[in-house]
């Protein structure tokens, strides 16, 4: 199968074959969820002159970036446990961070680009899988290239992932991983242009949970503890706020909920028509969860609630309505659950 690159994801190909003729330092390209990342990959993967890596931090997003790359008529590994696959000999290889750096001595080729997928997730820590699997490939060939992709270039608490910016920009400092970003496309271009459908907040009219008490940790994120327990304060609410979003998903197709603790998500389906409603949690076993998402996929119900599992690699262009009932000061984590709902759809004309 052929595919036509979109132009600005040509130009995204375009800017890290112009970079890394003329430099060496690590680069990031920024698309926004929904754009394409994948299909970026697979070009760049397909021209290389060398040996590429492809890694992601969870196995749908491997094989997600895998399967683009292969529709392109061609073939390559995957490294990953999840998969149940572990090749490692091919020139492109698509590999979940967990499972090459455990396997490090699968990989003692030499690689010329490593591209990262989610790069915002890369910390600073030496110490990190991340970090063990870059260094490694960089003693196998010292001039390895470095690309990141994401759709949000910043980490609450550290700030930029690059430091300089092709406007002109400075943002990051010296410690930045990426010394350059090379390309960035504003969500809003895609929504102008488009490529995605157009959010429309909706505000609930009646009621909402107040969690202006409550002290965010570094991260952005909420101690479980501390939400369960002004969720259990709060209780009388939820009914209040699933009989609201139920009169909202009256005409729409897929829903996504997003709760805030494993017990809250278990309090919301039980107030959800039960033949219409599934929970995902990361306890859910993998066969029982792949299950699920392909009956989400297929309509067989509406409602998915989920804890901080469906926020990244996860593509259900029907999804029409999205819940947030979790607070987050993580302006990334916002961005990924929003983006659930951004993607193109037979008949969808907003989410």
Not at 80 to 86: D, M, N, Q, Y
Not at 234 to 253: L, V
Not at 317 to 340: C, F, K, N, W
């Amino acid at each position: 199968m052929i595919f036509t690159l979109r132009p600005y994801q040509q130009e995204a190909v375009d800017a890290t074959l112009s970079h890394f003729r003329r430099h060496r330092t690590p680069a990031v390209i920024v698309l926004p969820t929904g754009a394409g990342k994948s299909l970026v990959i697979a070009e760049l993967a397909r021209v290389a002159r060398g040996r590429v890596l492809v890694l992601a931090h969870v196995k749908e997003l491997v094989a997600q970036n895998h399967a683009k790359y292969c529709a392109l008529g061609l073939e390559a590994d995957i490294f990953a446990a999840g998969l149940k696959r572990k090749e490692s000999q091919g020139k492109v290889v698509f590999g979940s961070v967990q499972s090459v750096a455990r396997n490090l001595d699968a990989f003692q080729e030499e690689f010329s680009l490593l591209i990262v997928d989610e790069c915002h997730r890369i910390g600073d820590d030496e110490d990190s899988q991340y970090q063990q699997i870059l260094t490694h490939l960089s003693k196998v060939n010292p001039h390895l290239r470095l690309l990141g992709l994401t759709a949000t270039p910043f980490r609450l608490g550290k700030g930029w992932i690059y430091q300089f910016h092709y406007h002109g920009m400075v943002r990051g400092n010296d410690n930045a991983l990426f010394r350059d970003c090379i390309y960035e496309l504003p969500l809003r271009y895609m929504i102008k242009h488009g490529y995605l459908t157009p959010p429309e907040r909706l505000d609930m009219p009646v009621v909402q949970y107040d969690f202006s008490r409550l002290q965010a940790q570094s991260n952005g994120l909420f101690s479980e503890a501390d939400l369960n327990r002004e969720l259990k304060k709060q209780q009388r609410i939820t009914p209040h706020i699933i009989s609201q979003i139920m009169e909202f998903a009256q005409t729409r197709k897929g829903v996504m909920i997003f709760a805030a603790t494993v017990e809250h998500a278990k309090e919301i389906v039980g107030l959800l028509p039960a033949d219409d409603a599934a929970l995902i949690t990361g306890d859910t076993p993998g066969p029982e969860r792949d299950a699920l998402i392909d009956n989400f996929k297929a309509q067989r119900f509406r409602y998915l609630v989920n804890v901080s599992v469906l926020t990244t690699g996860f593509d259900a262009p029907h999804v029409d309505l999205i819940a947030i009932l979790r607070p987050t000061e993580s302006v990334s984590l916002y961005q990924q659950i929003v983006g659930r709902g951004l993607r193109l759809a037979p008949g969808k004309t907003d989410c």
